[in-house]
């Protein structure tokens, strides 16, 4: 049975997109010498403003600016002066929060109770806690007086825009670094508007750059030889080029890049807790998580009641206008992330997997993709091995937890995985023996800015997040 | 009497699998001491042998890694008193090399050191996490896995010790290339180590020529790190780490200026060869 639930959509009016943009370069818009790039609301198809594709001298530009603040300002500036700046972000952020969040629903097409629940404060706690650490980083384990390793050059993907750019831009500002980003294609708004954020918190000028670009302009920024340190989050693909790209140079890297997170879901878990684990591993964001828990692994003998449970709870999923509060799943975020995601389910049905998706009505416009599970899926199938990055799960079955263990460890990722047993013994012998950066025992996809986030294998290396996130940040 | 003795020689072969095979390819390469004189014929490591060696330090990871930290100390803290009971031939090879007695002293100490890291490394560089919700939040540093490493030509035990230690003690497997033109203390530090309970595989010792053999150490898709230590060559180490980034290994660069391996090593070598995993747990009654 669905409820009826009447629209209940978040007001729009809260948020000012401009026509067009221009690069945030040494405290200032200007200008580009780059083309122009749209971009689009995922849910409408509409077209919500223009900005630059950074070119080559856009990018020197930018890094020149951030030199320049590095070693005139924000270099030399004692920890305490840098927190205080960081802490005046964190605020701003907190003020703005309804804004950003509706913008960033409007951009990506995830869903407002989302961005407005899980993104938004997640952004300001990220900014506050490094804040914290920028006058205390001789404490961190890292030696007595840690200094910075100059320019970072940043590139972000699109699933989580501003979240992402709070996890590049706070622990790099805190250790005294400063920094040139470069936020996706297809969903720069939010990065625009923190630049705006910048200038109201009266930062610096060339601090934080902002360059917005496709493929191409991350590709200059990486490649810069002005840079000192390369962050990135993305695809695993993207990040080997970038490995191959800085290789011979003293350019130190972090990569956050793709997953295909085991879910594994022993007989004695509480089934409806399991579940809602599951919808919240896989549907979270559209399932466009590079941790999602996108390979259910569920023991033989309760396989057939935890379908069924799946179901029941997949029909109830409201899927539809991201701005509406009601909704459980947005829009994909482009025209061309759901063509992938079409090809591969399509590619699950055609190697023998069978495919159930919620029935649901989708909107007649912008990009939309039912919650979707594969059923009799082995090891061998693409679904079971490539990331989709969107709502589709597949289900294989287990008998013993060493059978689970074989599997979950059978991918060439690890970036993360869930256990859901009662029994604690077991969740502690087998988080030991999987190789994935993240462990979520009876729960899925938390974040915590205190708590170290990042991959095994070709999942990346490095890690965002809580202490352990300074060292990628601080010279050897 | 001793004078009319004809000395036993040694026959210095590769290390594999805790095994002592000579090279799958049948082929040695004279090892000439500093002044020039012939010491001894070293087994020239093929492919195939890096492959064995990788596949052994693979199978070699489970068990070594499932090891308690205070076994892992304990036996790396044998290998030590091991190293000290063969104090004579290491001055012998290593001096003969043209290294000093200081420079075994040292791998010793070194070992010990290291030993003693075994149960603190995860207590220095993990922990909870203050989260903020209900949740039990513990961060802890694990072995990477598979290490490939390149140990530093320049000295043959020290540099040795300097790069082994640090990567198995958290409970790394390695395979190592000897220094190409010092390899005979590596291949007596392999006998060390297979007498003193350490399980077969968790060290692996190929001797041979680096230009060979390490290319297909760096392209191997079973090997989780790479320690370029020994590439002083910017050319060959960026070809070595583009070669390392098709399954993403984490990459030690070899050192910009010459690394005085006498010098206290510090923390960063076990940092680079370990992941912190963390682990969530809902709290509630």
């Known amino acids: ?476 | 009497m001793p004078s009319d003795r004809l000395a036993v020689r040694k026959t210095y072969k590769l290390f594999i699998g805790g095994a002592f095979p000579r090279s799958e390819s049948g082929r040695s390469y004279p090892v000439r001491s500093a002044s020039g004189d012939f010491m001894a014929n070293a087994a020239l490591a093929s492919r195939k042998d890096a492959r064995d060696a990788v596949r052994a330090a693979r199978s070699a990871f489970g068990k070594w890694s499932g090891a308690t930290a205070y076994n892992r100390g304990q036996i790396l803290y044998r290998v030590a008193e091991m190293l000290e009971g063969r104090r004579a031939q290491f001055v012998a090879e290593v001096t003969a090399s043209g290294g000093d007695a200081d420079e075994v002293d040292a791998a010793i100490d070194r070992w010990v050191w290291y030993a003693g890291w075994a149960d603190k490394i995860a207590q220095v560089h993990g922990g909870a996490n203050p989260v903020a919700g209900p949740f039990f939040n513990l961060s802890t540093p694990e072995p990477t896995g598979v290490v490939a490493v390149v140990a530093p030509p320049d000295s043959a035990l020290l540099g040795l010790v300097s790069v082994i230690a640090p990567a198995i003690v958290t409970g790394n497997t390695v395979v190592v290339v000897a220094a190409e033109d010092r390899p005979l203390p590596a291949v007596t530090l392999a006998e060390v180590l297979a007498t003193s309970d350490l399980p077969g595989g968790v060290v692996n010792v190929l001797t041979g020529r680096v230009a060979e053999i390490a290319p297909w150490l760096a392209s191997h898709m079973d090997v989780d790190a790479l320690d370029l230590a020994g590439v002083p060559d910017r050319q060959a180490a960026t070809a070595l780490e583009v070669a390392a980034a098709d399954n993403l290994k984490r990459v030690l660069r070899p050192a910009e200026t010459p690394v005085d391996w006498a010098a206290g090593p510090g923390v960063d070598r076990m940092l680079a060869l370990m992941e912190t995993k963390t682990v969530w747990h809902p709290k509630g009654v």
């Not at chain 1, 205390?136 to 940043?154: E, I």
């Not at chain 1, 923190?194 to 990486?222: D, K, S, Y």
């Open chain 1, 1 to 476: 049975m669905a409820f009826e639930y009447a629209p209940a959509p978040e007001s729009r009016s809260v948020v000012d997109i401009r026509e067009s943009y221009g690069l945030f370069i040494d405290g200032e818009f200007a200008d580009g010498a780059g083309g122009r790039i749209k971009t689009v609301n995922p849910a409408t198809e509409e077209v919500l403003s223009e900005v630059v594709e950074a070119d080559a001298a856009d990018v020197d530009r930018a890094v020149a600016a951030a030199r320049r603040a590095y070693d005139r300002v924000w270099g030399p500036m004692p920890g305490r002066e840098r927190a205080k700046y960081l802490y005046r972000i964190a605020r701003i952020v907190q003020e703005r929060a309804r804004e950003l969040a509706v913008l960033e629903s409007i951009d990506n097409g995830k869903p407002i109770r989302e961005s407005r629940d899980v993104d938004v404060p997640l952004v300001a706690a990220h900014f506050f806690y490094y804040a914290g650490w920028a006058d205390k980083l001789g404490y961190a384990g890292f030696g007595p007086d840690p200094k910075p390793v100059g320019v970072a050059g940043q590139v972000i993907p699109w699933n989580f825009p501003l979240l992402m750019l709070a996890w590049k831009i706070a622990p790099a500002l805190a250790c005294g670094n400063t920094v040139v980003l470069k936020p996706a294609e297809t969903t720069p708004l939010t990065a625009l508007a923190f630049a705006e954020i910048c200038q109201q918190a009266e930062l610096p000028a060339g601090v934080v750059n902002i360059v917005t670009g496709a493929g191409e302009t991350g590709r200059l920024l990486v490649e810069h030889p002005g840079v000192d340190k390369v962050a990135f989050t993305g695809s695993t693909e993207v990040g080997k080029q970038i490995a191959r790209s800085v290789a011979g140079t003293r350019k130190r890297v972090t990569l956050e890049l793709g997953g295909k997170a085991a879910n594994i879901v022993f007989d004695d878990a509480p089934i409806d807790q399991a579940v809602e684990g599951i919808v919240n591993g896989i549907f979270f964001n559209q399932g466009h998580v590079c941790c999602a828990g996108s390979r259910l692994l569920v023991q033989e003998s309760i396989a057939d009641d935890l379908l069924a449970a799946l179901k029941r709870r997949m029909s109830l999923l409201r899927v539809g206008d991201p701005l509406d509060k009601n909704t459980d799943v947005g829009a994909i975020n482009s025209a061309a992330q759901l063509e992938r995601v079409r090809q591969l389910s399509e590619l699950g049905t055609s190697e023998g997997a069978e495919r159930w998706s919620a029935p649901c009505e989708l909107p007649e416009r912008g990009f939309w993709f039912a919650p979707t599970i594969f059923t009799g899926v082995s090891q061998a199938h693409r679904i079971a091995r490539e990331e989709i990055f969107g709502p589709v799960l597949s289900v294989l079955t287990f008998r013993t937890p060493a059978e689970a263990v074989e599997k979950a460890n059978n991918t060439p990722y690890g970036l993360s995985a869930g256990i859901w047993t009662e029994k604690g013994s077991r969740i502690l012998a087998i988080a030991d023996k999987l190789r994935a950066g993240v462990v979520w025992a009876n729960t899925f996809n938390k974040f915590d800015p205190a708590s170290p986030f990042g991959g095994y294998k070709e999942s990346g290396y490095g890690r965002e997040g809580g202490r352990h996130g300074l060292e990628a940040y601080l010279a050897k």
